[in-house]
């Protein structure tokens, strides 16, 4: 049995599709009460990492688990892998493409990662670790302003290889059937390096409008964020890209490596998901 955490999320749902294709093994899926049923024929559990005390039915027979990190502080990880390795034996963790880079230390995204992927070594648990560049579904934050005027606003991040998240679930699916994977890490990137304002491009070519982005400086945007009642933590991860990083130049062949198929470019995921954005 494996057992799917954020299995609602962007990457989530696609890792119990890829499962369900790759089969036999049986699939669960944690959800948080409330949220909605994944796909049919997916054995549901609700429960929430940030209750480890009541993950016992959800691990119950599970072998290896596919974690997602949804919060900003590892605080809570002890209990939560303490929980997992009461039951199973291997953990896929979904990681980032910063740990181990230059821009760690400062980055609060990339140091929360570095300290989960320290604790999942020490768990005793047998990890396999998914260190994934940008995120393409991450764009869909910008669906309103794109619907509503055609202008992307927000600061101006570092360019980096943009990776479909159906390309971390492919990966993370082998991954999580083959135990050849044990101890590896695997740094996944899309095929190309693309900047922000090139995003909104080909975003804007699926769709067919004229799109274009507009530079906000930081300090407004954290004004602004702020202005919002979005807690000082979430404003500090969310602004982390536009303070610290650097342009990237990382492209690695390891989703086709893993996968045999070749990593989706950001146009292809910009068209596959153009009715999010009209």
Known sequence: MILVTGATGNVGRHVLARLGAEGPAGVRALVRPGAAHPRAGVDVVTGSLDH??????????????????PFLTA?????????????????????????????????????????????????????????????????????????????????????????DPRDIAAVAA??????????????????????????????????????????????DARAQLLADGRPPALVDALLSAAENRVASTLVTPTVEDVTGKPARSFPRWAHDHRDAFR
């Open 52 to 69: 480890p005390e009541g993950l016992d039915a959800a691990l119950t027979g599970v072998r290896t688990v596919f974690l997602v990190w």
């Open 174 to 219: 082998r991954a999580l059937t083959d135990d050849a994977h044990v101890g590896a890490t695997h740094v996944l990137t899309g095929p190309e390096v693309i900047s922000r304002p090139e995003q909104v491009d080909a975003i804007g070519a699926a769709i067919g409008r004229e799109l274009r982005f507009e530079e906000v400086k930081v300090p």
């Open 75 to 163: 605080d809570g990880a002890p209990a939560v892998l303490e929980a997992i390795a009461r039951r199973a034996r291997r953990v896929v963790y979904l990681s980032s493409t910063g740990v181990g880079g230059p821009e760690e230390p400062t980055d609060p995204v990339f140091t929360l990662h570095a300290e989960m992927e320290r604790r999942i070594e020490a768990s005793g648990l047998q990890p396999t670790v998914l260190r994934a560049d940008t995120i393409a579904s991450n764009t869909l934050a910008w669906a309103e302003q794109i619907r509503g005027t055609g202008v992307v606003r927000g600061p101006l991040t570092a360019a980096t290889a943009v990776v």
